[in-house]
């Protein structure tokens, strides 16, 4: 693993180290794991025009999740309601 980014470094850039390589890499690597992990931390803000409805996802112009109880399998049922409930 060492011997194949000692690799990629010399090959990568002939005038820069492999200390300095291996520092970009490393600063690379913590700014994508910054960026995935901001994408599981605030998933709604990644597609704010998506509407979600208990696991399920409404189409354009039903921005509401409503809930109604079903006698025949004495549950709730939520659905997607393009006016309030």
């Known amino acids: 693993m ?3 980014v000692s690799r990629a ?6 005038n820069v180290s492999r200390r300095q390589f ?3 890499l490393g600063r690379a690597a913590a700014g994508l794991a910054i960026a995935l992990g ?4 605030f998933p709604h803000d ?3 025009a998506v509407r979600h ?7 354009p ?3 509401y999740c409503c809930k109604e109880y079903d006698v025949g ?6 659905y997607c309601s393009p006016t309030r409930c």
């Open 2 to 4: 060492f011997e194949s």
């Open 9 to 14: 470094a010399q090959q990568a850039a002939a």
């Open 22 to 24: 291996i520092g970009r």
């Open 38 to 41: 901001g994408l599981l931390l």
């Open 46 to 48: 990644t597609n704010a």
């Open 53 to 59: 409805c208990k696991g399920r996802i409404c189409p």
């Open 61 to 63: 112009g039903y921005p």
């Open 73 to 78: 399998c004495k549950c709730n049922v939520w």
